[in-house]
């Protein structure tokens, strides 16, 4: 039988101000983007309208979720880093179907 994890428990400014955190991150981070993407001249129309975009927006989501509640001692290592491997599966698949795709697009019929 496996011992009892210890979680830290933080009180519950410490949670607001990491979710503050988590927040502000994300928001610097979008804000980059759109800069970005504002500067190249793209379609934000065809950015937003994108299946990609929407991925990404859920796959932030979720990471900054899942690190906050595991640095506030809400959400156990072992779920945490579940939560976390199978976001990089997810992402890893991804990629992987796209060179896929490309790889059998490239050949020659």
């Given amino acids: 039988m496996e011992p009892p994890q210890q979680v830290a428990d933080l009180p519950p400014q410490y949670i607001l101000w990491l979710s503050i955190l988590a927040t502000i991150g994300l928001v610097l981070a979008w804000g980059v983007f759109w ?14 309208a994108s299946s990609g975009f929407f991925r990404t927006v859920a796959v932030m989501g979720v990471i900054a979720g899942t690190v906050v509640l595991s640095l506030a001692g809400r959400l156990p290592g072992n779920i945490a880093g579940a939560i976390l491997s199978g976001i990089v599966g997810y992402v890893l698949g991804q990629m992987q179907n796209q060179k896929t795709k490309e790889d059998n697009s490239q050949r020659p019929k």
């Fill in 35 to 48: 800069i970005a993407v504002i500067r190249r001249s793209e379609s934000i129309h065809d950015i937003l």
